[in-house]
């Protein structure tokens, strides 16, 4: 399966969740699955994402963190959406609002390659081009994720087009994205950054993912 743009960001999304948000343990597993070039950054100063900014709600200044690389988590897992007064990272601090204290939190979250460039590369085409079978998925319905923080087992409405013989068909599929995501995290050989971000919880940065197992199209 090929994600373009916001559905890559979706992807990554899920992703995400299981690394932040979920029990501890399905965080190391979902870390321990990714490949040794694939990483999760949160580059809270980059100026062209949604969230962030160059210092955070406590007034520390923000970074470019990794949070999780060659199979290992960087940031202990039980420290997300704490109170930003326990130890912890700095710089890491946001607050949804004036009303409710600082929280540890990601903010402008990518999904990166480190042994691809930071331009796209045509990468996608050349993806769909040697594919005999698949499927193209330009819309994931986010806001319908269904996931267990306890399994990483989740379900999403997403739409896209079938791929025959290298080249994409012209009727558009509907169905549901059923996987775990341990799996999913196993199953991307190849990501490539496309500009912009996604509004999500936090900013997402689009990326085209090249997902080759681990998850599964249910037909709507």
């Not at 509907?174 to 196993?186: K, P, T």
């Amino acid at each position: 399966m090929v994600f373009l743009g916001a559905a890559g960001s979706a992807v990554t999304a899920i992703i995400l969740r299981g690394l932040v948000g979920s029990a501890p343990h399905l965080a190391v597993k979902t870390a321990a699955r990714f490949t040794d070039s694939l990483c999760v950054i949160d580059d809270a100063s980059d100026p062209r994402g949604p969230a962030g900014g160059p210092f955070d709600a406590e007034g520390w200044p923000t970074l470019r963190r990794t949070l999780a690389q060659r199979g290992e988590l960087a940031v202990d897992p039980a420290l997300w959406g704490r109170p930003s007064r326990v130890l912890g990272p700095h710089g890491l601090s946001w607050r949804r609002d004036l009303a409710r204290p600082p929280v540890l939190a990601p903010s402008n979250v990518a999904l990166v390659s480190e042994t691809q460039p930071e331009t796209n590369s045509s990468g996608s085409e050349a993806w769909i081009a040697n594919l005999k079978r698949g499927f193209v998925c330009d819309s994931v319905t986010i806001g319908a994720l269904s996931f267990d923080v306890g399994t990483g087992v989740f379900a999403v409405p997403c739409s896209g087009r079938l791929v025959r013989g290298g080249e994409v068909t012209e009727r558009r599929v509907r169905g549901v994205l059923q996987g775990s995501v341990a799996e999913l995290a196993a199953g991307i050989v190849d990501v490539r950054p496309v500009p912009g971000y996604t509004p999500l919880a936090c900013g997402i940065r689009k990326t085209d993912v090249f997902v080759a197992h681990g998850v599964s199209l249910q037909s709507g």
